[in-house]
């Protein structure tokens, strides 16, 4: 059987072109996911090469598309496609946990124990008093790294699971105390890029 046969095949038609444009939409819309993400952490020149790739896949894909009107089975490839990749694109930029994060902690009990704790875990943390609503309250700030977020979730329900806690993401930091075994996934890949951060 030869290639001719085998693009004109109805196999090849409604199923094996299907199947590629569906991967072809699973990887550009991730790509997509993580240029927005390198836009938003300020990785400016990562962003644009990671938007390369992924326009040239989606080009490709929506070439098929358009060459294969008649087939309803590519659009609906098209469609699972882009859900699928957004997903795996959520789930990948949450395993990569690029960035910085800000840890606002209010406890009304005594939060000496936890912050103790966190210090000797060597997390910069930065306590005061306030009142709250129900009365005197300890405000806890801390600047960690996304991926160390779990371990410090962690011990706060370890030491005090009603403490109320909130958690939002920063695009930059200057200085502060990180644990040693605090490591982004993608600094192998951001590292090279990191002297162009600098003249920003």
Known sequence: MNIDSILTSEVFKWGILPLLIFLARILDVSLGTMRIVFVSRG???????????????????????????????????????????????????????????????????DASELIDFLRSKNYGVTSIDAHGSMGRVNVIFMIIKRQSFKEVSEIIQ????????????????????????????????????RFWRKGK
Do not use: H
Not at 59 to 75: D, E, K, P, S
Not at 159 to 188: C, H, Q, W
């Open 158 to 193: 370890r030491f005090n699971p009603k403490a109320f806690y909130t958690v939002e993401d920063i695009r930059a930091v200057s200085e502060g105390i990180f644990p040693m075994g605090s490591r982004s996934l993608m600094r192998p890949l951001i590292g090279p890029f």
């Open 43 to 109: 990785l400016k020149y990562l962003a644009p090469v990671t938007g390369f790739f992924e326009v040239i896949i989606w080009l490709l894909a929506i070439r098929v598309i358009m060459q294969n009107l008649n087939n309803a089975v590519c659009y609906f490839a098209y469609g699972a496609g882009f859900a699928m990749g957004t997903y795996i694109g959520i789930k990948i930029e949450s395993k990569m946990a690029l960035g910085s994060s800000v840890v606002r902690i209010i406890t009304s009990k």
